[in-house]
């Protein structure tokens, strides 16, 4: 059974780095067999995407937050990261990583992890 | 980016009753395939969305055949035909036919 387990700091000062990270258990990375897309969740509001990565480090990202996204992967550890810069309060939100495949849906979400922006 | 509008935004609901939520895109969701690439997701309180519905019609893994999908070009819906209190919660449209993926702004279903 494939789960997702998101980790990283809770509290992010305004301007700094917001990084996470996705640890994949019960399948490798490499399988091929799908994206892993990253998915937001300010308080109380929608879903947004943000961007998603392949196992190869191709990758493809919302054009609203392409300028602050870096997503990549570690093969070694079964793991994808997310990585998001100069954040304000409007990065408050649950950060999701979700794997994703493709016209098959976003079929394993991982429990989410709070992220607050503040100083 | 692909304009996903979902109606109503809250649903009052009756255990057992059928209810149906919709779905637009502001431009066909239709693939070359055949396929219309669009998804319904469901977030329970206090939980992560899963996925019930993939390609429109075709019911994720383990979902009830309460459950069912269907539409195309831009108009979508999802179909419960009986209600059950576990199936409270918000319920999302996403198309995956272009990046960025977009979701739809929820419609809770309630009681």
């Known amino acids: 059974q494939v789960q997702l387990r998101e980790s990283g700091p809770g509290l992010v000062k305004p301007s700094e780095t917001l990084s996470l990270t996705c640890t994949v258990s019960?399948?490798?990375?490499?399988?091929?067999?799908?994206?892993c897309s990253w998915i937001r969740q300010p308080p109380g509001k929608g879903l947004e995407w943000i961007g998603f990565?392949?196992?190869?480090?191709?990758?493809s990202y919302n054009p609203s937050l392409e300028s602050r996204v870096t997503m990549s992967v570690d093969t070694s550890k079964n793991q994808f990261s997310l990585e998001l810069s100069s954040v304000t309060a409007a990065d408050t939100a649950v950060y999701y990583c979700?794997?994703?495949?493709?016209?098959?849906?976003?079929?394993?979400w991982g429990q989410g992890t709070t992220v607050i922006v503040s100083s | 980016d692909i304009v996903m509008t979902q109606s109503p935004v809250s649903l009052p609901v009756t255990p057992g009753e059928p209810a149906s939520i919709s779905c637009r895109s502001n431009?066909?969701?239709?693939?070359?395939?055949?396929?219309?690439?669009l998804d319904w997701y469901l977030q329970k309180p206090g939980q992560s969305p899963q996925l019930l519905i993939y390609l429109s019609s075709n019911r994720a893994s383990g979902v009830p055949d309460r459950f069912s999908g269907g539409g195309s070009g831009t108009d979508f819906t999802l179909k419960i035909s009986r209600v059950e209190a576990e199936d409270l919660g918000v319920y999302y449209c996403?198309?995956?036919?272009?990046?960025?993926?977009?979701f739809g702004q929820g419609t809770k279903l309630e009681i």
């Open positions: 996403m198309q995956s036919l272009q990046v960025p993926r977009t």
């Open positions: 990565i392949y196992y190869s480090g191709s990758t």
């Open positions: 019960g399948d490798s990375v490499t399988s091929g067999s799908y994206y």
């Open positions: 979700v794997r994703d495949g493709g016209g098959e849906g976003l079929d394993v």
């Open positions: 431009q066909s969701l239709l693939h070359s395939n055949g396929y219309h690439y």
